[in-house]
């Protein structure tokens, strides 16, 4: 077997495996032949506009919640395309993108074209690059909860950026 490969676990049931392979490919987006991670955090966008309006104790709450739904549901496709940590998982980029946000909090009227470009620039940087411990999440925690985790890192590292970028503005 290759490296990342396990031996696959097929989802029996039907309905049950569409809401598994839609949700953790970002409803199709892992899917795109380049770059899928790239065009899950572009649903990352709007999950992230969307917290925008909640209260800081709700977004939390629903990113605490996305991440342990995102992490079961990720370790279930991986294990049924037999890989890993698949590229077609997506909602790990989906969390990890809408959790800079919480950077962009206090500016949400004043939101503009450059923090959002910046908001993505930067997660994607840091996903890419996985900086520690995200690459270490990447590299031994071996199930779903690694898949996401190392997004999470990613995202929280992106919102300290754009945070330090918007003081010193």
Same mark, same amino acid.
């Given at each position: 077997?290759? #490296?990342?490969?396990?031996?696959?676990?097929?989802?029996?049931?039907?309905?049950?495996?569409?809401?598994? *392979?839609?949700?953790?490919?970002?409803?199709?987006?892992?899917?795109?032949?380049?770059?899928? +991670? @790239?065009? +899950?955090?572009?649903?990352?966008?709007? &999950?992230?506009? =969307?917290? =925008?309006?909640?209260?800081?104790?709700?977004? =939390?709450?629903?990113? =605490?919640? &996305?991440?342990?739904?995102?992490?079961? *549901?990720?370790?279930?496709?991986? %294990?049924?395309? +037999?890989?890993? !940590?698949?590229?077609?998982?997506?909602?790990?980029?989906?969390? +990890?993108?809408?959790?800079?946000? $919480?950077?962009? %909090?206090?500016?949400?009227? !004043? &939101?503009? &074209?450059?923090?959002?470009? $910046?908001?993505?620039?930067?997660?994607?940087?840091?996903?890419? @690059?996985?900086?520690?411990?995200?690459? @270490?999440? !990447? #590299? %031994?925690? #071996?199930?779903?909860?690694?898949?996401?985790?190392?997004?999470?890192?990613?995202? *929280?590292?992106?919102? $300290?950026?754009?945070?330090?970028?918007?003081?010193?503005?």
């Amino acid at each position: 077997m290759a #490296k990342g490969q396990i031996p696959p676990e097929p989802i029996g049931n039907p309905f049950y495996k569409s809401i598994v *392979l839609s949700v953790s490919t970002g409803f199709g987006l892992g899917f795109v032949p380049v770059a899928p +991670g @790239t065009a +899950g955090s572009l649903l990352g966008l709007v &999950l992230g506009w =969307l917290s =925008l309006s909640w209260s800081l104790p709700v977004t =939390l709450s629903v990113f =605490l919640v &996305l991440f342990f739904i995102f992490s079961w *549901l990720a370790d279930r496709a991986c %294990r049924h395309w +037999g890989v890993l !940590d698949a590229s077609r998982v997506v909602s790990d980029e989906i969390l +990890g993108q809408a959790i800079v946000f $919480l950077a962009l %909090r206090k500016i949400a009227p !004043d &939101l503009g &074209l450059e923090h959002w470009l $910046l908001a993505f620039i930067f997660f994607r940087a840091f996903d890419i @690059t996985k900086p520690f411990p995200a690459k @270490t999440f !990447d #590299k %031994r925690v #071996k199930n779903g909860f690694g898949v996401v985790l190392d997004d999470v890192v990613a995202g *929280l590292y992106a919102a $300290l950026a754009l945070h330090f970028y918007i003081r010193i503005q």
